[in-house]
């Protein structure tokens, strides 16, 4: 009986939507209690709802509509029993006549239901096939991440991804950045901006703190301006700032100074006196150099700069008498110049001299010399028998004779030419790179012996003036100028006077 009163509420249920369709499920057995759960199908505004009462409650939801003809399929103002067989599952509805009718298990073409989440939800459960529970959660996210459409271009589904610049306003306001986390901003793009003039801007510049190094600006506890940069000006110091932060300078006077300059703080000195930094022991610079004088020079300071000996012209002009001197003896070395002996006398220049000093020289060659036919030849000497004055060299123009100081010179050549009986021979002294003869001598050959010349001249030298001696022959063939003890090629020049 109970299973004939739930189908007779079921059948009263699908009476009130036209082709709408409820699953018979786990239909209760025995005497239905007043407690049990019913379904039904309400329609009030043309949409089937499927809702569920108590079977005390479900004869108070009927209402005349629900019975009317027109909220129930076919004809007739009754509702039928269900009085066929049925299955758990199957369906039931009115059929054409009217009489409530089973569909048959399943109850349409529906087997499973399943859920499809995007990627930013999990699902569990899914699908459904008989009963059971879908269950969405949702999917784990990287740190940091959040759900925001498409960085740039047109709209596009949101995924999860960091955020990036485009992301924020651009203009924040009303925003606190709290004391739990740093906020950096990078480069050189972080600007202050005027609050109705953008125009107006600060910018910050960090690029001249050195790498690893955090600088920290403490901001007074008072209203304060930022100081403009003030290139420093020798001697000046800061007196001002504007509002604007513009330093003003001057050089302070004594009268902004009070107290004392410590030793320490003393700057070095220049000038005719010195000091080291930092102390006031001072140093006369110097203006001479140390030493005796007789005779010095000052400055208009009154410091010696120069200093040296007296000279004759340094002494007051006087004549001196017989009487000036009234005891001992002139040093001989004031006198005169030179070395004072007793070989020695004072000229009249002033100046000791010995007059049998030699001014002279006399040279020969130690080896043979060829004299070309016909061709003058200047002899030339190796070796000196004595040289007082330098004035002959062993190593180039060994020719010279060179005299060392001007005056009166006696010039000597001779040498020894080989036997030949034809021609004749000479020795010619000559002056100088013009070779201007200044004495000569010359003879017939002699046949079977050698032939000896000699040939002397006193001439007035200038200093650095020199004479050379050229030996001649034209016998035709080359000869020899011998070198046979004292008389071979000899060549000598003494100065005799001034």
């Known amino acids: 009986m109970r299973p004939l009163l739930l189908m007779l509420i079921f059948a009263l249920a699908l009476c009130t939507a036209a082709n709408a369709q409820t699953k018979i499920s786990a239909l209760p057995s025995g005497t239905p209690a007043t407690t049990d759960v019913v379904p039904y199908v309400a ?75 995007p ?20 999917a784990t996210q990287a740190a940091n991440t959040g759900l925001f459409g ?11 991804r960091a955020m990036v610049n485009a992301d924020l306003p651009p203009t924040l306001s009303s925003k606190t950045f709290d004391n739990t986390n740093t906020a950096n901003f990078k480069g050189s793009l972080f600007t202050l901006q005027d609050a109705t003039d953008t125009t107006k801007q600060a910018r910050f510049d960090v690029s001249n703190v050195g790498t690893g ?16 940069a003030k290139a420093a000006v020798s001697n000046q110091f800061l007196t001002s700032m504007s509002a604007q932060g513009v330093f003003g300078a001057a050089q302070p006077a004594f009268s902004d100074l009070s107290g004392s300059v410590a ?44 200093g040296t000996t007296l000279t004759s012209g340094d002494l007051p002009s006087h004549s001196h008498s017989g009487t000036d001197l009234t005891s001992g003896t002139v040093p001989t070395a004031r006198l005169g110049s030179g070395t004072a002996s007793s070989s020695t006398f004072l000229r009249g220049d002033q100046a000791y001299a010995d007059p049998l000093a030699l001014v002279g020289a006399r040279v020969y060659h130690s080896a043979t010399q060829a004299l070309t036919s016909a061709t003058p030849t200047a002899l030339v000497f190796n070796s000196e028998r004595f040289d007082t004055a330098a004035l002959h060299d062993t190593a180039s123009n060994t020719d010279r004779l060179t ?56 001439y007035q030298l200038a200093a650095g003036d020199y004479v050379r001696c050229f030996g001649f022959q034209n016998a035709g063939v080359s000869l020899n100028v011998t070198a046979s003890g004292n008389f071979g090629a000899e060549f000598s020049l003494v100065k005799i006077g001034n």
């Open 263 to 306: 030793a320490t703080q003393m700057p070095a000195l220049t000038g005719d006196v010195t000091t080291g930094a930092g102390t006031v022991a001072t140093t006369l610079a110097n203006a001479g150099t140390p030493g005796t004088y007789t005779k010095v020079t000052t400055d208009a300071k009154g410091r010696v700069t120069t």
């Open 150 to 160: 498409p960085t740039s271009g047109g709209a596009a589904a949101p995924a999860f």
């Open 213 to 228: 190094q955090t600088r920290t600006v403490n901001i007074p506890d008072a209203n304060s301006t930022a100081a403009q």
């Open 43 to 117: 329609d009030p505004a043309g949409t089937p709802a499927t809702k569920k009462t108590t079977v005390l409650n479900f004869f108070g939801v009927l209402t005349p509509s629900f019975i009317l003809p027109a909220n129930r399929h076919g004809d007739g103002a009754k509702f039928q029993l269900f009085t066929g067989s049925s299955s758990t599952n199957d369906c039931a509805k009115f059929d054409a006549s009217g009489n409530l009718a089973t569909l048959g298990s399943p109850c349409g073409t529906v087997t499973s239901v399943g859920l499809s989440m």
């Open 403 to 458: 005299a060392p100081t001007a005056g009166y010179y006696s010039a000597t050549c001779q040498g020894e030419i080989a036997s030949n009986a034809t021609g004749f021979r000479s020795l010619t002294i000559r002056l100088n790179a013009g070779g201007t003869i200044i004495a000569a001598n010359a003879q017939n050959a002699t046949n079977g012996d050698s032939t000896t010349l000699n040939v002397t001249a006193v």
């Open 119 to 138: 990627s930013e939800f999990g699902v569990s459960g899914s699908p459904v096939t008989g009963s059971g529970t879908i269950t969405v959660t949702r």
